[in-house]
């Protein structure tokens, strides 16, 4: 593809990753109003798999040969919306999205565990300085930087999760985006009625859901499935390597908003965490960038 016609895809992976770093605001308007706690995904996860419903019927013969990879994969990613989801409504929105963005270092490590691929000197400094981010995120008040919030826990294990959603997808890359993101769509309806049943400080019944819900649907219609598309069609037409790269404008998008909005804290600590995980994310995608296209 042509420099020329990168653009649009480019645009399109940065446009998400703009409404993704913005994802906390609906969220937290929900569970402000009449869907308290992880109703907020329930009902948005809901609505988009409804809206999805008569496509997925359409290609329900591409949903059954999909099998078991395409389940896991969305099982997979739709853990990974719900725990990122919950991280943000419970925690704080920088030290979740930073927690989050680890990913690529589990990956590394799934890789070289699954698929027998050894990471290279770059790809281990990169790791370090992940890992170093997430240290200085998380502090050593008490020995150790280990995660001290549910938030934290939910940002860390969602970064894990989807680690493992991309492992699986390169060992599946038959598996189509759009019925992947149906499964993922339904796979987070399931598993955010599993945090409503279970998880403790949920309202089991919400008064005034049916007036909620309306409101939900349209964030699920204007914003995640507008986003959701944008990032699966510009990755499509993009090398991973400059996806990777514009995707880490969900981070700076997701700190600022939460500093200017929240005023969650975004100090020093904060900042060169931000400044080291930042550092290995970009690391990794220009080496990503040098790596040859395989041979078709």
């Not at 990956?107 to 027998?116: E, I, N, Q, S």
Request: with cysteine; proline share 6%.
């Amino acid at each position: 593809m042509t420099r020329h016609h990168h653009g649009l895809p480019a645009l399109a992976v940065a446009g998400s990753a703009v409404l993704w770093g913005l994802w906390w605001l609906p969220l937290r308007w929900l569970a402000a109003g009449a869907l308290p706690g992880d109703w907020s995904s329930l009902a948005i996860y809901g609505a988009a798999t409804l809206v999805l419903l008569p496509v997925a019927w359409l290609r329900r013969r591409h949903l059954r040969a999909g099998g078991k990879p395409l389940l896991l994969i969305g099982l997979s990613f739709g853990a990974v919306l719900t725990f990122w989801n919950h991280g943000v409504l419970v925690g704080e929105v920088v030290r979740v999205v930073l927690l989050f963005y680890l990913a690529p270092v589990w990956a590394t490590g799934f890789a070289w565990l699954l698929l027998a691929e050894r990471p290279g000197a770059r790809r281990l400094v990169s790791i370090l300085m992940g890992l170093g981010g997430a240290a200085v995120v998380l502090g050593f008040e008490g020995g150790f930087p280990l995660p001290r919030s549910e938030g934290d826990w939910f940002g860390l294990v969602s970064g894990l999760l989807f680690a493992v959603t991309l492992t699986l997808t390169r060992r599946a890359p038959q598996v189509g985006g759009l019925e992947t993101s149906f499964v993922s769509l339904a796979g987070g309806a399931v598993i955010a009625l599993g945090f409503v049943l279970f998880l403790p400080g949920q309202v089991l019944l919400p008064a005034g859901l049916a007036e909620a819900l309306p409101p939900a649907a349209l964030v699920a219609a204007l914003w995640l499935l507008p986003q959701t598309w944008l990032v699966f069609w510009g990755a499509a037409r993009l090398d991973p390597g400059r996806v990777s790269i514009i995707l880490l404008i969900e981070v700076v998008t997701a700190a600022a908003s939460a500093a200017v909005l929240t005023g969650e804290p975004f100090g020093l600590r904060e900042t060169a965490g931000c400044a080291l995980i930042l550092g290995a994310g970009l690391l990794e995608g220009f080496a990503a960038l040098r790596r040859p296209a395989p041979a078709v």
